[in-house]
């Protein structure tokens, strides 16, 4: 199947990992590792703990380097040799799967679920200008430069990328391409030619860059590419440091008293009240739907994996602030993440410790990102200062005092910080920002009626997604479209599809198909004598296991990841009941019709249909629109996260003629039920009288309540 390239990476930024040794070199790891995973001792996974810092980036692994582990986003390769070598390997492998030879444009790996993207053969060198093309370059690394201009980078960052021999006569940073002693004089010549013929289409690669906008840097910067930009690893991360200057971060280790809802509830407390710009991310070793993570590479226990805090590298920004997970924030705390002095702690609540002078309260901390507190955690041995300190705050404290370093106190200069059971046995303080329950009891064994209100109003879930998606003749696309849905939908689990379709449809209705479908998570399809799209819209939608209700199409293509997320967030604060619909902008009509069906459940059931049963296609989502705003239940907002490829801008296909046949009959239906008030009376007695705007929503994202 050919792959239409989402442009799911926005204007944003990837690495691309090769095989090449100085990867060794630029994450330095450790050489009992490397003669480990080069003698097959060690799986190459055991890579992984030490490319932390790049975990959360967007990853394209060049052939083998995807057995780092399913951190990578996408595997690409160009050899159908290696391809079934490594065939087990990649149906384990989780993520997106892309192939350039043209072996895969006549197999459909249903179960390894490989996408085939074209080499473009009038476009060799280079970029390709074709978005379903790339470039050869004579080698996968370059084309993949291609793929990733293709899915929206404007930075792409090359690791791996040496085109040499390292000084050992090593190729690869693992040994699976050839038996030990490979090389002799004649396999180095040859090589040395292989290389020679790589490097050609670099230098067309970055004229063809230059121009569209794109910045490539080579991480290796021994490499025998000379025409990019180099920097070390380190260096390309310091100065991403610059771009966000502050990182609310938080730890949540497993086993103990805290869950991952603890993490999205202090998420959305400081989403609430913090008006600056901020990344917020959660240091872990579970998995937390709906906010970023950043994995803990020590098992050390409880309290004690707050010492990764210190990690060299661990975030981006010039700024870290930390809050224990046991906080209720009450008040907007901005002026908490603007100060300015190297490292703030809490003087302690315990009324003994608060006479030292140079003891640190850990739970909420703020220090400069410039490495000079990484200490903490390069001079900490959990063996030892685990039985000599009685918490991580009593080991944080006595390594000040051996640095003599200055400590400040927000207490000294920030009110509004108050312990829960030293100061709010009377009630919340009138000025209260944080409330912190130290020790027991935690929030959510607190029997307080004020406390209590604020954990309710946070600690509703996030609501589950029903895919609705009815298709007809289109198979090629509708296998595109509901994998791109799958790919970039950020919590899969609470994600429900069910496929609608016509039972004299055999483009879908055959075992080939059927299995295909059926084998992705939570997904059923269905067949039926649909006389026409609207009835197969309305046809065997799910009666439970679901809050959200959106109406998919092969012509509304997902291109922001975590779009489901987006959905969630918006239903709950907009229609926590789900009595509601969400207008988002698609991309062509903006504010002016809904095109993108996204319905909570209660409101769907005061109808019992998506679009009216009269319509036979056309103008069914006018009058779904229109009655939503005469409701009050439609919110409009202006981010595209689905966008809306309109069948009607390009080449009509038999489907499209045959549904716009019925454009005149749909319009005479809607400006006859438009007359009588589309059947004189909506639900709850509200009468339809006169269209108006939905109320706007700027950015999603900054909503203030």
């Known amino acids: 199947m050919h792959w239409q390239v989402p442009k799911m990476w926005q204007d944003g930024e990837c690495w691309i990992i090769g095989g090449g040794p100085s990867l060794i070199q630029q994450f330095n790891i450790p050489k009992e590792v490397v003669d480990g995973v080069r003698d097959g001792k060690l799986s190459m996974s055991a890579y992984s703990p030490y490319l932390a810092t790049i975990h959360g980036k967007h990853i394209i692994a060049i052939n083998t380097a995807f057995k780092l582990g399913n951190w990578v986003d996408l595997v690409f390769f160009g050899d159908n040799g290696w391809f079934q070598k490594n065939r087990e390997d990649l149906i384990d492998f989780l993520n997106l799967k892309v192939a350039c030879h043209a072996h895969f444009s006549k197999n459909d790996y249903v179960e390894e679920r490989v996408k085939y993207i074209e080499k473009d053969r009038n476009h060799a060198k280079g970029i390709s200008p074709r978005v379903n093309k790339v470039s050869w370059n004579h080698n996968s690394g370059a084309a993949a430069i291609s793929l990733a201009v293709h899915l929206g980078c404007k930075k792409i960052i090359l690791v791996g990328f040496d085109m040499k021999l390292d000084d050992k006569k090593e190729q690869h940073w693992h040994n699976q391409y050839r038996p030990k002693g490979f090389f002799n004089g004649n396999s180095e010549k040859g090589s040395v030619k292989t290389f020679n013929r790589h490097l050609q289409g670099f230098p067309v690669i970055l004229k063809e860059a230059e121009k569209l906008g794109v910045e490539i840097i080579n991480a290796s910067p021994d490499s025998a590419i000379e025409c990019f930009k180099k920097m070390s690893v380190q260096d390309i991360l310091k100065e991403e440091k610059k771009m966000k200057p502050i990182t609310v971060i938080c730890v949540l280790k497993s086993g103990g008293d805290f869950k991952p809802s603890d993490v999205l509830r202090l998420q959305q407390m400081t989403e609430r009240y913090i008006t600056i710009p901020f990344e917020f991310v959660c240091l872990t070793d579970v998995e937390i739907l709906g906010c970023k993570t950043i994995p803990l590479i020590r098992n050390y226990k409880g309290w004690w994996s707050k010492i990764e805090l210190f990690r060299n590298d661990l975030v981006k920004t010039e700024r870290i602030v930390y809050f224990d997970l046991d906080k209720i924030i009450t008040g907007n705390i901005d002026d908490i993440l603007l100060r300015k002095e190297d490292f703030i702690g809490l003087k302690p609540f315990n009324p003994e410790r608060s006479l030292r002078d140079t003891y640190i309260g850990s739970a909420i901390m703020s220090w400069k990102n410039n490495d000079q507190f990484n200490f903490i955690y390069d001079e900490f041995r959990f063996a030892e200062d685990s039985k000599k300190f009685k918490g991580d705050q009593d080991y944080i404290s006595r390594s000040f005092q051996d640095k003599k370093l200055r400590i400040d106190y927000w207490q000294d200069s920030t009110p509004g910080i108050y312990s829960y059971k030293r100061h709010c046995k009377k009630g919340l303080p ?130 922001v990841e975590g779009y489901d997320y987006i959905i969630r967030k918006a239903f709950l604060k907009y229609f926590p009941n789900y009595d509601g619909v969400t207008h988002f902008n698609d991309g062509f009509w903006t504010d002016q019709l809904n095109t993108l069906s996204i319905i909570g459940r209660k409101y769907y059931e005061r109808f019992g249909y998506i679009y009216h049963p009269a319509y036979k296609s056309f103008c069914c989502d006018n009058e779904f629109g229109d009655i939503a705003v005469a409701l009050g239940k439609s919110v409009y907002i202006k981010d595209v996260i689905i966008c809306h490829k309109k069948y009607s801008e390009g080449k009509k296909d038999d489907l499209y003629l045959i549904n716009h046949k019925f454009s005149k009959i749909d319009q005479i239906t809607y400006k006859n039920r438009k007359k009588g008030y589309f059947d004189n009376i909506v639900k709850e007695g509200t009468i339809f009288k006169k269209i108006q705007k939905p109320k706007y929503v700027t950015k999603f994202r900054r909503i203030k309540k």
Request: aromatic share 8%; glycine share 4%; net charge neutral.
């Open 430 to 559: 009138k000025d209260a920002k944080i409330v912190c329950f130290h020790g027991d009891p935690r929030p959510n064994k607190v029997k307080v009626i004020w406390v209590q209100d604020i954990l309710k109003e946070y600690n509703q879930k996030l609501g589950r997604i029903l895919i609705q998606f009815p298709t007809r003749q289109r198979p090629e696309k509708f296998k595109e479209y509901l994998e791109t849905y799958f790919l970039m939908a950020s919590n899969k689990t609470d994600l429900q599809v069910h496929v609608s379709c016509d039972i004299d449809d055999l483009t879908m209705n055959n075992p080939e198909m059927i299995k295909w479908v059926e084998s992705h998570m939570n997904t059923t399809i269905t067949f039926a004598e649909n006389k026409t799209k609207i009835e197969a819209v309305n046809r065997d939608i799910p009666k439970g296991g679901w809050d959200i209700l959106l109406l998919a199409s092969d012509d509304m293509l997902p291109i």
